[in-house]
């Protein structure tokens, strides 16, 4: 699976993320989570771009998940 990220620290383990606005949880994947926390971080620096980067690449690769977390 080719990330959207380049030089992204990813883990070895799935973890349980929660949307913090609905409270509804998924199981994602060590590369899903990289993924989820960069687009966190891009929005907290206010880079839109790396946002949407990393959005496109979640839609396609983890639709169900995108939903709950992300839309």
């Not at 990330?3 to 899903?32: H, R, Y």
Request: overall charge negative; charged content about 30%.
């Amino acid at each position: 699976m080719k990330l959207p990220f380049k030089d992204i620290f990813v883990g070895t383990q799935s973890e349980v993320v929660t949307n913090p606005f609905s409270g509804e949880s998924c199981t994602l994947t060590p590369e899903a989570v990289a993924v989820y926390d960069t687009i966190k971080g891009c929005e907290m620096f206010g880079d839109y771009k790396g946002v949407r980067k990393g959005l496109d690449w979640f839609r396609k690769e983890f639709p169900e998940e995108y939903m709950v977390l992300l839309d």
